[in-house]
């Protein structure tokens, strides 16, 4: 157990929809990430917050949105769901500065039907 | 663009025989190379760091290894357990704090008893 947590484990939807996704990072960690895990393209990197504010982008959607509370929870948000959606989604966490090993969360199977 | 190239793609070992998974990058100034080992369905555990050419890491049965081109996680006399898909990321001296990660797709190994 990473101390990580996410919510929901799975989830179904239907194309056109929009969801959330939850994650608490481990108790003392500042910084936030979150990762997309499909078949064909692996772990991809999509966005970083850190204590609040978002620090670094990847390959995020423009329908994808995320942010980081004041707790350090943090929620993706996905909206207009396409099929190609369907994925993994993980949230890790990391100590900053100069921490660099980031730790996993089990993740959230989205499905879109 | 940071790049991760793991080989093999899969691999099958016969209990107790040692092999290594290879990890090549190209990065712009490498902060820091990770193994990370995913069970099916699961959030990837991390394994290792590695900061700089020369440095070697090992826990239990697994010892990893890096070069200024790549890294090997060299796997001794496996067992059954050790089946899971090992996966490689670097990350990058990119500056402004962001620390995110470039996996590879991930070396999938199967211990045969």
């Known amino acids: 157990d990473s101390g990580v947590t996410q919510t929901p484990k799975h989830l179904i939807t239907a194309t056109g929809q929009r969801v959330t996704l939850r994650c608490s990072p481990r108790?003392?960690?500042?910084?936030v990430y979150w990762y997309q895990q499909s078949l064909d393209q692996g772990l991809q990197f999509l966005i970083q917050?850190?204590?609040?504010?978002?620090?670094a982008k990847g390959n995020i959607l423009e329908r994808f949105s995320a942010q980081q509370f004041p707790d350090l929870h943090s929620e993706l948000n996905l909206s207009s769901l396409e099929l190609g959606d369907s994925a993994l989604y993980f949230c890790?966490?990391?100590?900053?500065?100069?921490?660099?090993?980031?730790?996993f969360g089990p993740g959230t199977r989205l499905t879109v039907l | 663009e940071d790049q991760v190239t793991q080989s093999p793609e899969a691999l099958r070992l016969q209990e107790g025989e040692s092999s290594s998974l290879n990890c090549s990058y190209t990065v712009s100034g490498l902060r820091g190379l990770f193994w990370y080992r995913q069970d099916p369905g699961k959030g990837p555990e991390f394994l290792f760091t590695?900061?700089?050419a020369g440095e070697e890491k090992e826990k239990e049965r697994l010892k990893a290894t890096l070069t200024k081109k790549e890294s090997f996680l060299h796997i001794t006399a496996p067992k059954p357990e050790d089946s899971a898909t090992y996966l490689c990321?670097?990350?990058?001296?990119?500056?402004?704090?962001?620390?995110?990660?470039?996996f590879g797709k991930g070396t999938k190994l199967s211990v045969i008893p």
């Open positions: 108790s003392g960690d500042l910084s």
């Open positions: 990321a670097v990350q990058a001296n990119s500056g402004a704090g962001s620390y995110q990660l470039t």
């Open positions: 917050y850190y204590n609040g504010e978002e620090r």
């Open positions: 890790a966490s990391s100590v900053e500065p100069g921490y660099n090993e980031q730790f």
């Open positions: 590695l900061y700089s």
